[in-house]
């Protein structure tokens, strides 16, 4: 018997990777928008949730799953037959873990400087510009080994979609967000993969209900080909 899904996400946070996993497994879900824009993830209600007050948020049967590298695993072990994760003991499998655990790490932890230089740098606004600007330099790397990583497979982990391409496709998207005002480079790579996510039912799906909750900026194009395909 599956257990009882209830997901907690914002529109366009990285929680979108775990909405378009659970929506792709073909598990029954429930979605729950937490609009950390509009500071609903410091309701008294969410932090009984989740505590930290962030989201993605997984309840499982009324237990909760922080952490997107973990949620996603989760998610796509309950639902084997969609093999969004390569089967343990493989080596594909810790190429998995490896990519998450980048993504989570570095990746995500360079756009959040960006977006939230308070978080490293406090009430300090000198110290919030430096470390923007720092991030903004060194985003251009983290994009470069992104498209360096992905070689020509169509795929992150070879011939087959995964949960690592969902959580590559939300890092995607923030790549043209306004606030980063940052030169960057080509990546035609992880455009292409971007590309092959967008054209997935279930990611189509889920970004058409998150934009409802809240509409947001998407790559040039992406916004065009979702009204196409309604």
């Known amino acids: 018997m599956q257990p009882k899904l209830t997901l907690y996400y914002s529109p366009k946070a990285c929680s979108l990777a775990s909405h378009i996993a659970l929506e792709d497994s073909g598990l029954p879900y429930e979605a729950v928008s937490v609009d950390i824009r509009a500071q609903e993830n410091t309701s008294p209600a969410y932090l009984k949730i989740n505590p930290a007050g962030a989201v993605p948020a997984l309840a499982v049967d009324g237990a909760v799953v ?40 570095t990746v995500h932890v360079t756009y959040r400087s960006i977006f939230r230089p308070q978080v490293y740098a406090g009430d300090d606004p000198v110290a919030a510009a430096a470390v923007r600007e720092h991030a903004k330099k060194k985003l251009a790397k983290v994009l470069l080994e992104v498209e360096t990583r992905l070689g020509n497979a169509p795929y992150a982990l070879g011939a087959q979609f995964s949960v690592v391409d969902a959580y590559l496709f939300v890092f995607y998207t923030w790549s043209f967000d306004d606030r980063i005002q940052a030169e960057l480079p080509e990546r035609p790579r992880y455009a292409a993969l971007a590309e092959r996510v967008l054209a997935r039912p279930a990611v189509r799906k889920v970004l058409a209900r998150e934009r409802a909750v809240r509409a947001y900026e998407l790559p040039p194009g992406f916004a065009d080909r979702l009204a196409g395909a309604r």
């Open 66 to 105: 922080t952490e997107s590298h973990a949620i996603l695993a989760y998610i796509a072990d309950l639902a084997p037959e969609s093999g969004l994760i390569p089967r343990p003991g493989t080596l594909a499998r810790a190429r998995a873990h490896e990519w998450m655990n980048w993504i989570s790490g």
